[in-house]
Nanobody
Framework: VQLQASGGGSVRAGGSLRLSCAASGISFRRYDMGWYRQIAGTQRELVAM???????SHGASVEGRFTISRDNENITVQLEMNSLKPDDTAVYFCHARYEYAWGPDVYWGQGTLVTVSS
Protein backbone atom coordinates (compact mmCIF):
# COMPACT_ATOMS: atom_id res chain seq x y z
CA VAL A 1 0.00 0.00 0.00
CA GLN A 2 1.28 3.45 -0.89
CA LEU A 3 -0.10 6.93 -0.42
CA GLN A 4 2.08 9.34 -2.39
CA ALA A 5 1.50 12.97 -1.51
CA SER A 6 2.68 15.88 -3.62
CA GLY A 7 2.10 19.60 -4.08
CA GLY A 8 3.59 21.04 -0.92
CA GLY A 9 5.85 24.06 -1.02
CA SER A 10 6.30 27.64 0.10
CA VAL A 11 3.77 30.40 -0.44
CA ARG A 12 3.04 33.88 0.88
CA ALA A 13 0.07 34.48 3.15
CA GLY A 14 -3.12 34.78 1.14
CA GLY A 15 -1.83 32.43 -1.53
CA SER A 16 -3.02 29.01 -2.62
CA LEU A 17 -1.65 25.51 -2.95
CA ARG A 18 -3.12 22.22 -4.12
CA LEU A 19 -2.05 18.96 -2.56
CA SER A 20 -2.61 15.64 -4.25
CA CYS A 21 -2.38 12.09 -2.95
CA ALA A 22 -2.15 9.10 -5.26
CA ALA A 23 -3.15 5.81 -3.67
CA SER A 24 -2.17 2.31 -4.68
CA GLY A 25 -2.65 -1.12 -3.18
CA ILE A 26 -6.05 -0.45 -1.61
CA SER A 27 -9.64 -0.70 -2.79
CA PHE A 28 -9.78 3.07 -2.97
CA ARG A 29 -13.55 3.40 -3.38
CA ARG A 30 -14.12 1.63 -0.05
CA TYR A 31 -11.82 3.87 1.98
CA ASP A 32 -12.51 7.13 3.73
CA MET A 33 -9.76 9.52 2.58
CA GLY A 34 -8.45 12.51 4.41
CA TRP A 35 -5.71 14.99 5.11
CA TYR A 36 -4.10 15.63 8.47
CA ARG A 37 -1.39 18.09 9.40
CA GLN A 38 1.24 18.22 12.07
CA ILE A 39 3.34 21.00 13.48
CA ALA A 40 6.58 19.86 15.08
CA GLY A 41 6.01 18.92 18.70
CA THR A 42 2.24 18.72 18.42
CA GLN A 43 -0.31 16.03 17.60
CA ARG A 44 -1.66 15.53 14.12
CA GLU A 45 -4.92 17.31 13.53
CA LEU A 46 -7.63 16.52 11.04
CA VAL A 47 -7.77 19.00 8.17
CA ALA A 48 -10.43 17.44 5.98
CA MET A 49 -12.06 14.09 5.31
CA UNK A 50 -14.19 12.67 2.52
CA UNK A 51 -15.90 9.38 3.21
CA UNK A 52 -16.28 6.55 0.73
CA UNK A 53 -19.91 7.62 0.39
CA UNK A 54 -18.84 11.18 -0.44
CA UNK A 55 -19.62 12.98 2.82
CA UNK A 56 -17.19 15.81 3.47
CA SER A 57 -15.98 17.39 6.69
CA HIS A 58 -13.39 20.07 7.30
CA GLY A 59 -11.62 21.16 10.43
CA ALA A 60 -12.90 24.36 11.97
CA SER A 61 -9.63 26.20 11.36
CA VAL A 62 -9.78 25.60 7.60
CA GLU A 63 -13.54 25.72 7.00
CA GLY A 64 -14.30 27.93 4.02
CA ARG A 65 -10.67 28.06 2.89
CA PHE A 66 -9.74 24.43 2.17
CA THR A 67 -11.64 21.95 0.03
CA ILE A 68 -11.13 18.20 -0.16
CA SER A 69 -12.15 16.18 -3.18
CA ARG A 70 -11.58 12.62 -4.33
CA ASP A 71 -11.34 11.14 -7.80
CA ASN A 72 -12.30 7.50 -7.68
CA GLU A 73 -11.40 6.99 -11.32
CA ASN A 74 -7.84 8.25 -10.97
CA ILE A 75 -7.52 6.99 -7.38
CA THR A 76 -6.45 10.34 -5.97
CA VAL A 77 -7.56 12.73 -3.28
CA GLN A 78 -6.84 16.46 -3.46
CA LEU A 79 -6.77 19.30 -0.99
CA GLU A 80 -7.31 22.76 -2.43
CA MET A 81 -5.94 25.33 0.03
CA ASN A 82 -6.84 28.99 -0.42
CA SER A 83 -6.29 32.12 1.68
CA LEU A 84 -3.36 30.44 3.36
CA LYS A 85 -2.14 31.77 6.68
CA PRO A 86 1.20 31.36 8.47
CA ASP A 87 -0.67 29.14 10.99
CA ASP A 88 -1.27 26.67 8.17
CA THR A 89 2.45 25.91 8.08
CA ALA A 90 2.80 22.19 8.80
CA VAL A 91 3.58 18.81 7.32
CA TYR A 92 0.44 17.52 5.62
CA PHE A 93 -0.31 13.80 5.56
CA CYS A 94 -2.65 11.83 3.36
CA HIS A 95 -4.75 9.28 5.26
CA ALA A 96 -6.85 6.28 4.29
CA ARG A 97 -9.19 4.37 6.57
CA TYR A 98 -11.59 1.47 6.21
CA GLU A 99 -13.56 0.04 9.09
CA TYR A 100 -13.65 -3.73 9.03
CA ALA A 101 -15.89 -5.61 11.46
CA TRP A 102 -12.80 -6.55 13.47
CA GLY A 103 -11.22 -3.11 13.45
CA PRO A 104 -9.89 -0.28 11.28
CA ASP A 105 -7.41 -0.56 8.43
CA VAL A 106 -5.40 2.69 8.39
CA TYR A 107 -2.64 3.98 6.13
CA TRP A 108 -0.59 7.18 6.11
CA GLY A 109 1.35 8.90 3.37
CA GLN A 110 4.87 10.21 3.86
CA GLY A 111 3.90 13.84 4.39
CA THR A 112 4.47 16.97 2.37
CA LEU A 113 5.64 20.27 3.85
CA VAL A 114 3.61 23.43 3.43
CA THR A 115 5.25 26.69 4.50
CA VAL A 116 3.29 29.93 4.57
CA SER A 117 5.22 33.13 5.13
CA SER A 118 3.76 36.42 6.28
Amino acid sequence: VQLQASGGGSVRAGGSLRLSCAASGISFRRYDMGWYRQIAGTQRELVAMQSAAGAVSHGASVEGRFTISRDNENITVQLEMNSLKPDDTAVYFCHARYEYAWGPDVYWGQGTLVTVSS
